[in-house]
């Protein structure tokens, strides 16, 4: 599967972005989507999690209670609406495909997207 992010930008403290990642290819429907993160200097990080066909979510600590991962099989695509942005918040997102639902560590996604800018300014 090839996935595509988009929907970066810049924002300042407090606003909302929302991205999405659209995939190729028939088997959407059959993995665990992802969205990683990575910070310049940083290593990149899990942020949000979604089951493929229930929709269950799970989250990292950082981003729970303001990011929301969803999913729409139908048009090959997942989402993260992402509000009550913070500057630490500031990095490239990736979307990612995998196999077991409630991973959270790199090696357990096979496909990656390209990744897009999030900057959120004080």
């Known amino acids: 599967v090839q996935l595509q992010a988009s929907g970066g930008g810049k924002v300042q403290t407090g606003g909302s972005l929302s991205l999405s990642c659209a995939a190729s290819?028939?088997?959407?429907?059959?993995?665990?989507m992802a969205w990683f993160r990575q910070a310049p200097g940083k290593e990149r990080e899990f942020v949000a999690g979604i089951e493929r066909r229930f929709g269950d979510t799970y989250y990292a600590d950082s981003v729970k209670g303001r990011f929301t991962i969803s999913r729409d099989n139908a048009k090959n695509t997942v989402y993260l609406q992402m509000n009550n942005l913070k500057p630490e918040d500031t990095a490239v997102y990736y979307c990612?495909?995998?196999?077991?639902?409630?991973?959270?560590?790199?090696?357990?996604?096979?496909?990656w997207g390209q990744g897009t800018q999030v900057t959120v300014s004080s």
């Open positions: 990612a495909a995998g196999q077991i639902w409630g991973r959270r560590s790199i090696s357990d996604y096979d496909y």
């Open positions: 290819g028939r088997t959407f429907s059959s993995y665990t």
